[in-house]
């Protein structure tokens, strides 16, 4: 037991990794290869619990991966680390119980768990490692995994494979670029620094600043990093590749990629920002927070235009990623706090629509909601579950969003940003007219599905199917009617960001060889 | 004259990937990626040259790491010869760690560019066509 308290952070990435390559040698027996793989993922969903705790109790786990000290690749399970993988894997165990049902049998039987696994592993990498090379390897991880994840088949054909295609290939190309510029910065930050430890870099940077002889590459370095973290995140000017991609990917994937995926780009701002660039950073906060604006407003206006709920949904995605940097973007303790609140609640209640509307869709036989209609006699369950994910979205009451908002808003007026506050609440309201039209589009009306229509056979959604979503929205509801915990967990990590002195003595401060 | 010299192929380099990505031709454009994934290969390589006397490893004066323990010392007798060399010393070297980096650079662009080129395959097959502008089923 004290040995696997020890070695958490390894195992939360090298279990995905091997279970990866077995499930490869299982595709000949599907059946165990799907209970295995369930399986696995309870026992990491537990795992990443013990990390939490451990380091809630604890303090900041430094795990040296060989024993180079601070020349070698480390990991570091922080708050913020070992929250995200919590979520992380949260999500993606509940997708994939409800990617059992809904993925065609021949994709899900022979790459989809290996794959899923390889993009998990990519995930919790990203999120653990303190080293910034080794960053841009988990972010290949898990791109090129995302990218066959996109095109794996569902029961119920309603996206052309050339359009899952040509959506793969924008998110592919575009992901390259992203990870070529996020090279150039780490060689630069390496030829100015001399490592690439990101606490080793930090030290050094503030060091540099502080004598007065930071060059000003350092300048164009974070930029880089703005702009390759915000196309992983996709903010505003880099965000044309996502309402392709995340309507294209079949709906439990496309969970994972609106519910953590973009979180990724998120993480790294924090990470870099508040750690390495620290000093910089009120030169940028203007830039984040004007970004982060364009973002709400563009997601926000574009989201009312749809007609296809996937669409829509990825256009709001696009919107909600903009509170969360606008939060970043003011950058005390308090909004940073708001933010990550707000990126649990978006990640819980987005990843849910997204399944919710894989059930729709299945039920309808199209995408379009101006096809579907009245269908809340017919689709009772998916109908309620929609009304919750949307209500949390848009920030009413009784669900988590509403305490995301508030939270969100409170802080940004208490730091006096009384104008970005202003047109963020404005655009808050176009995310209630989107949602609650898009609910009453689909299960309101003249009834209007599938079966009316008469074409392709409806595949009505099993248990395994609508566990996970009501799983999800059980949890959306408690997150709103019972936030205390959450809010005392954001607030603890975004000191820990804030202040990042102590991650960097744990993670110098060990056995330097 | 070397360092100029390296600085303006990584430039051309970098001029002529960005070119082809702006083609109109799928092919065109993995092209591209391939040579701006290389470019930046030579310049992470570009970075691991020094020709002074910064030592790579090393925090601190030479003497006190060497008191502490903390440094490999020759030991000809066993065939150990420090990668460390005495602060003060005139040499040029190579930092290793750059190669590793770019090696790993490398495998990563390799997988992705096969992966992309099947993509490109496959799009070939759906829409009979590498024009990019017929690539517009789904906008933006």
Redesign the interface.
């Known amino acids: 037991m004290i040995i696997l308290t020890d070695h958490l952070p390894i195992l939360l990435i090298a279990i995905p990794i091997l279970s990866s390559m077995v499930m490869v040698f299982l595709k000949g027996s599907p059946v165990l290869q799907k209970n295995l793989n369930v399986f696995i993922y309870f026992c990491l969903v537990i795992l990443a619990i013990m990390l939490l705790q451990k380091v809630w109790t604890g303090g900041i786990m430094v795990y040296e991966v060989g024993e180079w000290g601070k ?1 070698g690749i480390i990991l570091v399970a922080d708050l913020l680390s070992s929250g995200m993988v919590l979520l992380t894997l949260g999500i993606s165990f509940l997708s994939l119980i409800y990617s059992l049902d809904y993925i065609e049998e021949r994709s899900l039987n022979s790459t989809y768990h290996s794959l899923f696994n390889l993009l998990v592993a990519g995930l919790n990498g990203s999120f653990l490692t303190g080293d910034i ?1 080794n960053l841009f ?1 988990f972010f ?1 991880v898990l ?2 995994s995302s ?2 994840l996109v095109i794996a088949n569902e029961k119920v054909g309603v996206t052309r ?3 899952k ?6 998110y ?2 575009l992901s ?2 992203g ?2 510029v996020m ?2 910065a780490v ?2 930050l ?2 100015t620094v ?1 490592t ?1 430890n990101m606490a080793d870099i930090a030290v050094k940077v503030s060091a540099s600043s502080a004598a007065g002889t930071l060059p000003w590459h350092v300048f164009a370095i974070a930029l880089l990093f703005i702009v390759v973290f915000g196309n992983k995140a996709a903010i505003f000017p880099l965000h ?2 996502l ?2 991609v995340h309507p ?1 990917a079949p709906s439990p994937i496309s969970a994972m990629l609106s519910g953590v995926l973009i979180k990724i780009g998120v993480y790294g701002m924090l990470r870099v920002f508040f750690l390495i660039f620290r000093d910089v950073l009120p030169m940028f906060q203007p830039i984040i927070i004007l970004m982060a604006l364009a973002t709400i407003v563009v997601g926000a206006v574009s989201a009312v235009g749809q007609t296809d709920i996937k669409r829509m949904l990825a256009y709001s995605s696009i919107g909600q990623i903009g509170y969360i940097f606008l939060g970043i973007g003011m950058g005390s303790a308090l909004t940073i706090a708001a933010s990550l609140v707000y990126l649990v609640n978006h990640a819980v209640a987005k990843s849910m629509l997204f399944l919710t509307s894989g059930g729709i869709i299945h039920h309808a036989g199209t995408r379009d909601m101006y096809r579907m209609g009245g269908m809340i006699k017919s689709a009772p369950l998916m109908a309620s579950m929609f009304l919750v994910g949307a209500m949390s979205i848009s920030g009413i009451p009784p669900m988590g969003g509403f305490i995301a908002k508030f939270v969100l808003f409170k802080a940004g007026i208490q730091e006096e940003y009384y104008i970005p506050v202003a047109i963020a609440i404005l655009f808050a309201l176009f995310t209630l007219f989107y949602m609650m039209r898009a609910w009453m589009k689909m299960f309101w009306g003249t009834v209007n599905d599938s079966e009316r229509q008469g074409n392709a056979t409806p595949h009505a959604p099993a248990l395994l199917m609508a566990i996970p979503i009501i799983i999800l929205a059980l949890i959306i509801v408690v997150l709103g009617l019972y936030a205390e915990p959450l809010l005392a967990l954001a607030q603890a990590t975004a000191e820990q960001i804030v202040d990042p002195q102590p991650y960097i003595d744990a993670v110098l401060t060990r056995n ?2 | 004259m070397n360092n100029t010299f390296l600085s303006l192929t990584i430039a051309i380099l970098f001029g002529i990937g960005t070119f082809l990505i702006l083609r109109r031709d799928i092919v065109k454009v993995i092209i591209g990626l391939g040579i701006l994934s290389h470019a930046v290969n030579v310049l992470i390589v570009s970075v691991g040259i020094f020709d002074g006397t910064r030592v790579p490893i090393l925090a601190g004066s030479y003497n006190e790491a060497e008191t502490t323990g903390s440094v490999f010392n020759d030991n000809l007798a066993e065939d150990i010869l420090s990668p460390v060399v005495q602060a003060g010393t005139h040499i040029d070297y190579v930092d290793p760690l750059v190669q590793a980096l770019v090696l790993t650079a490398i495998v990563i662009s390799l997988a992705t560019t096969a992966f992309i080129l099947i993509l490109a395959y496959r799009i070939h097959e759906e829409y009979g066509t590498t024009d990019i502008r017929e690539l517009r089923r789904l906008w933006g």
């Open positions: 020349y090379f390897v290949e791109l090129l990218c066959g494979s050339s359009d295609m040509e959506a793969t290939f924008k592919l190309i390259m670029l990870s070529i090279l150039i060689a630069s390496y030829a001399g690439l044309y590749w309402p392709d294209t330097v060889r």
